[in-house]
C-alpha cells in the first residue's frame, strides 16, 4: 500500500479560546473520492482550509505527498488543488484569460492544456466569453477546469455542488467521476448531502461540530456486497424482465416500474445489458439507502 | 525570477482588463488635449520671437513696483527682487523663457499633472491587493504553489511600474504633441531658476529628470502607504480616503505643525515626500535632502514591513 497523499494528523483550529475543529485524523489515499459529510458549522471548511494553507493551523500537521504544509509550503502545494466554499474567479475576464492567469502562476501558459481541460469540462464553446455571463454550473466546471491545471495529486473541493440545480449537480458529479478515472487523482469533496456523497465518494468521513464522528473505510466494499433496491423505468418491460431474470437476487413489476433487488456492485453491468438490448431506460434509482439512515442516526442527537 | 516576470504579467493583465485603467489613461490623455486647447486660444502677447523686448518691457514694470512705497517690502524682496534678478540673467546670457506654446514650455505647462498621475495610483495601489478580497479570488490565488510574499511583491512592483508607465506617457504625449503643434525651434532649451538665493541653469531635459524623478519618488511613497492600509483593512475605500487626505492635506499638515513648533512635525513621512523642494525653492528649516531620503527609506520598510506581515500571516476569511 502507498502512502497517503493527504495525511491530517492531530489537527486543531482555535479561534478566540473556541475550539472549531477538534483533534481531526483523517488520511487520503491514492486515486481514491473522499466524501467530508457534516452539517453546515461542522468544521469541513476550516479543516478544508487548513489542509491547502489558506488559514493557520492551532495545532496537528497536515502532509501532502510527503511535504508539511506549514514548513515546506511551496512543495505541499504542488500536489493540491480545488476550491474552497465557491471557485471566485475574475468576472471581468474570459474563462479563457482566468486558466491563463492561474496558469501562469505555475509556469509558461500552455493553451493546448487550457484547451484540452475546458473540453475536458465542457466548457469549450463558453471559454473565450466573460466570467460573469456564465451559469453557477459553468463557474463551478471553470473552477474544476482550473484545478487540473497544475496537474495536482488530490482535488479539495467545498461544497462544489452547492446552488447548484439538479442537473447541475448530476452535470458536477459526473465530470467528477470522469476526472478521476481519466486522470487518477484522488478528490476530498465536502457537502452537506448525504445522497449525493453515496453515489460520487469511495469512502464518507462524517464530522460533527469540528469531531470526526465516522470515518467509513470500507464502504465500498460495504456497499458493494450489500443488497439494494432500485427501480427501473425500462420499456419494453417484458422485456427487460427476460433479460434481468437471471442476473438479480429478486425482481418484480408494478405496471411500468419494475423492482429489482441486487448487489450494488451489478448495477453497472445491469444496466449495460439492458442497453445491448435495445431497451429504452427512462430512470433507475435508488429506493432507500442504509447509509442516510446512519448518518441521520449520527448528527440527530443534536438536532 | 522567471515566475516573478509571470506574476508581474499577471497583475498588469489583470488591471488592463478592467475599465478603471483605460479610464485613468483617458483622463491623462484628455487633460493634456484640454490644456493643448486652452494654450491655443489664449492670446499671447509675448512670442518666442522677440522674447528680449517683453523682459525688458517687463523688467520696467517691476522696478516701477520696487521704487513703489505701497507694496509691502515682504513681497519686494521675495517676490519682485528674485523675478528681476532671473529675467536679468537671461537677457545678460541669451536664455529665452519657456513660452507655453513652445514644444519643451508646452511640457512645462503638463508636468503640474504629476498630481493627478498621484491620485490615480493611490487608487491602484489600494486596490490591487484588497480587490482579491472583495472578489473573492485570493482564496485560489493563495492555494497556488507559490509563498504569499512573493504575489506582494508582484502586486506592488506593477504599482511602481504603472506609476512610471504614467509618467512616460505625460511626458512623452505632451513633447510629442508640443512639438507637431508649436515645433522646435524655441532657441533657449534651459531652464532658469532660484535655489537657495542662487540662480541656477540647467538644461530643460535636466531639468524635467529632476522634476519627474523627485515626484516619483513621492508618489511611490504615498502608494506604499495606500497599500499598506488596504492589505490591513481589505477594504480599497478607507485606503484611498486617508491616502488622499495626506496626499492633498499633508503638506497644509506638516507646515501647521511646524509653525505650532511642534518638533516631530519633520519626522513625519509626508513632510519629506516633496523632494523637489530640495531642487528649487527653498527647503523647511531643519530638513536637508539627505535628511530627507533617510527619513522616506525608513517609513518605506515599515510600510513595507507591516503590509508583508499582514498579508503572509493573516488566515484568509472570506
Known amino acids: ?303 | 525570477m522567471k515566475q516573478f516576470i509571470r506574476l508581474v504579467k499577471n497583475e498588469h493583465m489583470k488591471l488592463y482588463k478592467q475599465k478603471m485603467m483605460w479610464i485613468i489613461i483617458a483622463i491623462l490623455i484628455s487633460t493634456i488635449t484640454l490644456t493643448l486647447i486652452v494654450t491655443l486660444n489664449s492670446d499671447e502677447e509675448d512670442s518666442p520671437s522677440d522674447w528680449r523686448t517683453s523682459l525688458e518691457e517687463k523688467n520696467a514694470v517691476l522696478l516701477k513696483q520696487m521704487a513703489d512705497e505701497t507694496i509691502p517690502e515682504d513681497y519686494k524682496k521675495n517676490t519682485i527682487e528674485k523675478e528681476l534678478q532671473l529675467n536679468n540673467y537671461r537677457l545678460e546670457n541669451d536664455i529665452s523663457p519657456l513660452y507655453s506654446n513652445t514644444a519643451s514650455g508646452f511640457v512645462q505647462e503638463t508636468v503640474g499633472f504629476t498630481g493627478l498621475i498621484t491620485l490615480f495610483i493611490i487608487i491602484i495601489a489600494a486596490s490591487i491587493v484588497s480587490q482579491e478580497y472583495t472578489w473573492g479570488t485570493i482564496k485560489l490565488l493563495l492555494m497556488r504553489p507559490v509563498n504569499r510574499w512573493k504575489f506582494i511583491i508582484a502586486k506592488f512592483m506593477t504599482v511602481v511600474l504603472n506609476a512610471l508607465y504614467l509618467y512616460i506617457l505625460l511626458f512623452c504625449l505632451s513633447l510629442i504633441v508640443g512639438t507637431i503643434v508649436f515645433g522646435f525651434s524655441e532657441p533657449g532649451l534651459r531652464y532658469v531658476f532660484m535655489a537657495n538665493g542662487e540662480i541656477k541653469d540647467v538644461s530643460i531635459f535636466y531639468h524635467f529628470l529632476q522634476y519627474f524623478g523627485s515626484k516619483f519618488v513621492g508618489v511611490i511613497m504615498i502608494a506604499s502607504f495606500a497599500f499598506m492600509i488596504s492589505t490591513i483593512f481589505k477594504k480599497n475605500t478607507i485606503a484611498i480616503t486617508i491616502s488622499i487626505f495626506i496626499q492633498f492635506a499633508g503638506t497644509l499638515t506638516s507646515s501647521v505643525l511646524s509653525l505650532l513648533d511642534k518638533g516631530f512635525a519633520k519626522y513625519l513621512f509626508f513632510a519629506n515626500t516633496n523632494l523637489y523642494q530640495y531642487v528649487e525653492g527653498a527647503p523647511p528649516e531643519g530638513q536637508t535632502l539627505t535628511f530627507s531620503i533617510i527619513n522616506l527609506i525608513i517609513y518605506f520598510i515599515i510600510f513595507k514591513f507591516i503590509s508583508f506581515y499582514m498579508f503572509e500571516k493573516r488566515d484568509v476569511v472570506t
Open chain 1, 1 to 303: 500500500m502507498s502512502l497517503p497523499i493527504v495525511k491530517v494528523l492531530n489537527l486543531t483550529k482555535k479561534i478566540k479560546n473556541k475550539e472549531i475543529v477538534k483533534d481531526v485524523n483523517l488520511e487520503i489515499n491514492k486515486g481514491e473520492i473522499v466524501g467530508f459529510l457534516g452539517p453546515n458549522g461542522s468544521g469541513k471548511t476550516t479543516v478544508m482550509k487548513m489542509i491547502v494553507g489558506l488559514i493557520s493551523i492551532s495545532s496537528g500537521e497536515v502532509i501532502i505527498n510527503g511535504h508539511n504544509i506549514v514548513t515546506e509550503k511551496e512543495e505541499a502545494l504542488k500536489y493540491v488543488s480545488g476550491f474552497i466554499e465557491y471557485p471566485e474567479l475574475y468576472k471581468f475576464m474570459t474563462g479563457f484569460d482566468n486558466l491563463v492567469h492561474f496558469q501562469r502562476i505555475l509556469g509558461p501558459v500552455n493553451k493546448e492544456d487550457i484547451a484540452r481541460l475546458a473540453d475536458l469540462v465542457g466548457l469549450k464553446d463558453a471559454l473565450h466569453q466573460k466570467v460573469k455571463t456564465y451559469s453557477l454550473g459553468m463557474k463551478q466546471r471553470l473552477g474544476i477546469a482550473q484545478a487540473l491545471l497544475s496537474s495536482p495529486e488530490v482535488l479539495i473541493l467545498d461544497e462544489p455542488t452547492n446552488g447548484l440545480d439538479p442537473a447541475g449537480i448530476i452535470e458536477i458529479r459526473e465530470y467528477l467521476l470522469k476526472i478521476a478515472k481519466e486522470q487518477n487523482i484522488s478528490i476530498f469533496i465536502s457537502s452537506h448531502l448525504l445522497n449525493e456523497m453515496e453515489i460520487l465518494c469511495d469512502r464518507l468521513i462524517y464530522i460533527h461540530k469540528g469531531e470526526i464522528i465516522d470515518d467509513q473505510k470500507n464502504i465500498e466494499t460495504e456497499r458493494e456486497r450489500g443488497k439494494v433496491t432500485f427501480s427501473l423505468h425500462v420499456t419494453p418491460t417484458e422485456l427487460a424482465k427476460e433479460v434481468l431474470k437471471d442476473v438479480v437476487i429478486d425482481i418484480n413489476t408494478q405496471q411500468q416500474t419494475i423492482i429489482i433487488q441486487s448487489y450494488f456492485g451489478d448495477i453497472p453491468f445491469l444496466i449495460k445489458k439492458l442497453v445491448e438490448h435495445d431497451l429504452m431506460i427512462y430512470s433507475v434509482s435508488p429506493q432507500s439507502s442504509s447509509l442516510e439512515s446512519k448518518y441521520l442516526a449520527k448528527i440527530s442527537g443534536d438536532y
